[in-house]
């Protein structure tokens, strides 16, 4: 049995007014239409915003091994909330997702789920320890056809092997989403280092071992002539040097989370472990430079990062708690309030940040495509200047670590349409 | 007056001053015949001790003592804090049984924060010591010592100069200091070689100096902080040597220091290496002194906290 929506009145990312039909899962018509098609529902997109469905890059959602923090059912949930159809589940589960089994088990969790694609990325090396590589080939051969590889929460911080990955995986259109983090710079890092981590007595965590590798691996990705991803870019500096990187041709693409383009590290101040994250906040000047290089496109992507944790992982002194923030529920609010409303950004430039660019750095083939007729039925249906307040205890989330809790944000998700099928829908 | 003492950004001057005085008034009484004062009577108070620190926590101790307040000392060892129970839990332990104020020394920077901020007990929490953040209790008896020595019969520590020497970076001691010192009117000067230094020393309200012979005969006192041995595995410095070179406190730098300057250190020391023997034993030396200050000031703190408007009855 297949789903007619109807979602009239709304406006496309450029400007235009327009009705979409969406019949068997495809796109039949974006034409306003006096009445909405027999047997279809409605959903009134008056005063919204129609995004093709966003794609999120960067995701943990903790299955297998922390089911109690998130599920790949729940964190897709918090993902049709968020307005996504697509998520990237990181490797860094236990056991790791570094072998053909594990990201063939959680690419079905999320067929079976069904609230978006759960596209698996894959750990570059073994067991993420960064010495030997990962079942790579396997992975992408698998029915989960792996492209992204990443061993986020570390970073491929050896020179070789990360020579050797970015090289291997040029044989199947691969791409390297690199953690950026030189290891022995960020021993025990706690915070941001600077001004406020000097008052608080929190371990640095400076934005030099970032942008260290960023410049490294950018280097390596020059002579190898590969593709390499930049996860979670933190600092005005790893601006620059993607800037750089791009006026010469280099084949290197870049991230930045929404709590990066909204939060500082004045937050610390607080104690209050929520806003603890890794890589840290960092200071008003990188959030700006940060939002200038996003609307240049120096930075392509806006990603997530999404990392649930459990209460008891957070409600403890700093030191002591787990690096993480949520994020689905919240990106595309935080994007516009930060890059719209600022007017740095319109929305079509919000619809390739988070849609298209994504899709394309993951070669994941019918998403991010352009709203039209014979697409792919995945859409997101925003209100802009609507508002909401962001409440810890109402998140999709198994977790509750949001670091907007009591924020009121703008712009309110009124529907996510996923493969034709209404995945959410926001309150009226 | 506040409810918590966490750092020393929760004190107002006239706090500040007001603990002090009031420890000068205790002081005077525990040298008289009665030592004991009834006025915390049937009040407990917990020396949380998360970290190893035993002259810290018989200061407080003996303080709580001489209050008439019941003391119960949770300390690391074989405690459920050690055994990996959380913060929380610990807390809400205390909160049931009846604890006024607890008194918590904790490796974990912000940990004392976290355990008033938390809402999982009713009493005052004192923060003794929070990882690499802050001691306010030792800035304030290094206040009071200063002023007993130094203050020119102001009630303050306007114009005098203080040399803060050794591990900036890692120091609790340190930076409640700056705050409690600068906000007394006291001009700091931090004297460490450029790793000990914190990145974004500059936004402190202090001078830096990496030269400890420029600044030693310009001081009114000067205070020694301990160097870990650590410190030359991680490689901060080279070696121990050399540490005690060029920032020990020798009897060469100490015969240049002015007439009245005093010798300072929270202790423990580390004799031979940031202090020699002959600076610690000196005259200037007034190390032995802080720790019975320490009582003084510590028994002001709980009287302020817990006893808040009562009369004073001595």
Redesign the interface.
């Known amino acids: 049995m297949s789903q007619k929506l109807f979602i009239k009145n709304g406006t496309l990312a450029n400007g235009t007014k327009a009705d979409i039909s969406i019949s068997d899962g495809v796109i039949t018509s974006i034409a306003t239409l006096p009445s909405a098609p027999d047997g279809a529902q409605v959903i009134d997109a008056k005063d919204c915003i129609i995004l093709p469905g966003l794609v999120d890059l960067h995701t943990h959602l903790r299955e297998p091994g922390k089911e109690s923090a998130e599920t790949v059912l729940s964190g897709s949930a918090a993902a049709a909330k968020g307005g996504y159809v697509a998520v990237s589940a990181m490797a860094n589960t236990s056991p790791v997702a570094d072998n053909a089994s594990v990201v063939e088990h959680v690419y079905r969790l999320g067929q079976k789920a069904g609230l978006v694609d759960v596209f698996p990325v894959g750990a570059v090396t073994q067991g993420l320890a960064g010495e030997n590589l990962a079942d790579i080939g396997a992975m992408a051969n698998s029915e989960a056809r792996v492209r992204v590889f990443s061993d986020d929460g570390n970073c491929v911080s050896d020179a070789l092997v990360m020579r050797h990955a970015l090289e291997y995986v040029k044989g199947f259109d691969g791409v390297i989403a690199q953690h950026a983090q030189e290891p022995r710079l960020t021993h025990g890092a ?1 915070m941001n ?12 965590w ?1 934005a030099i071992a970032e942008e260290a590798i960023i410049a490294r691996d950018i280097l390596l990705a020059d002579f190898l002539q590969a593709r390499l991803h930049i996860c979670h870019v933190t600092t005005a500096g790893g601006v620059e040097i993607i800037r750089w990187a791009k006026a010469r041709g280099i084949a290197v693409t870049a991230e930045v989370t929404p709590h990066h383009l909204l939060l500082t590290d004045e937050s610390a101040r ?3 472990a929520v806003y603890k994250v890794n890589p840290p906040l960092r200071t008003e000047k990188d959030v700006m430079a940060l939002r200038e290089g996003l609307a240049e496109g120096i930075i392509d992507i806006v990603a997530t990062d999404h990392a649930p944790h459990a209460t ?1 992982s957070k ?6 708690a787990s690096f993480g923030m949520l994020g689905l529920e919240t990106a595309l609010p935080i994007v516009n309030l930060t890059m719209v409303q600022t007017g740095l950004m319109n929305w079509e430039q919000v619809a390739a940040r988070m849609s298209s660019a994504p899709a394309k750095i993951g070669r994941y083939e019918n998403h991010g495509q352009e709203i039209a007729v014979g697409a792919k039925g995945h859409i997101t249906v925003i209100n802009p200047t609507a508002t909401h307040r962001v409440d810890r205890d109402l998140v999709v989330s198994r977790s509750r670590n949001t670091p907007f809790h009591g924020l009121e944000l703008p712009g309110v998700i009124m529907a996510t349409v996923f493969g034709g099928k209404l995945t959410y829908e926001g309150n009226k | 007056m506040m409810r918590h003492l966490l750092s020393i950004s929760d004190l107002t001057k006239s706090d500040a001053l007001s603990i002090l005085n009031t420890a000068e008034t205790l002081a005077r009484a525990s040298d008289g015949p009665m030592k004991k004062l009834p006025t915390l009577r049937g009040r407990t108070i917990v020396n949380l001790f998360a970290e190893d620190s035993t002259r810290t926590r018989i200061s407080f101790e003996a303080a709580a003592k001489r209050l008439s307040a019941d003391v119960i000392n949770f300390s690391a060892k074989g405690s459920s804090l050690s055994k990996g129970e ?3 839990d610990t807390a809400q332990t205390l909160q049931a049984m009846g604890a006024d104020a607890v008194i918590i020394r ?1 490796n ?4 004392a ?2 355990l008033a ?2 809402q999982w007990m009713s009493g005052s929490v004192i923060n003794a010591g ?5 001691h306010p209790s030792q800035a304030l008896l290094d206040a009071f010592t200063i002023r007993k020595h130094c203050a020119r019969g102001n009630e303050d520590l306007s114009g005098l100069r203080i040399a803060i020497v050794g591990d900036i970076l890692h120091s ?1 001691v340190a ?1 409640s200091n700056v705050a409690l010192l600068t906000m007394l009117g006291a001009q700091v000067v931090l004297v460490a070689p450029p790793t000990l230094l ?4 500059a ?2 309200p202090a001078e830096v100096s990496y030269d400890f012979d420029s600044v030693i005969g310009e001081v009114d006192a000067v205070i020694m902080l301990r160097i870990q041995i650590e410190r030359m595995t991680e490689m901060y410095l080279p070696n121990a040597r050399e540490y005690s070179r060029f920032f020990g406190l020798d009897k060469d730098r100490l015969s240049t220091m002015r007439t009245n300057a005093i010798v300072m250190h929270p202790g423990p020391m580390n004799r031979g290496l940031e202090i020699s023997a002959e600076s610690a034993d000196s005259a200037r030396s007034v190390i032995v002194e802080q720790v019975k200050n320490g009582v003084s000031v510590r028994m002001a703190i709980l009287y302020l906290l817990l006893a808040g408007t009562q009369e004073l009855e001595i």
């Not at chain 2, 974990?108 to 940990?111: E, F, L, Q």
């Open positions: 706690q280092e600077g001004i406020v981590s000097s008052q608080l007595g929190l371990k640095g400076p607080s104690y209050d008891e409600e403890c002194e700093w030191q002591e | 959380s913060l929380k904790h974990a920077s912000g940990a924060h976290t901020k938390g929070d990882g690499t953040h802050e609790r930076r914190p990145i974004g020393v936004s402190w």
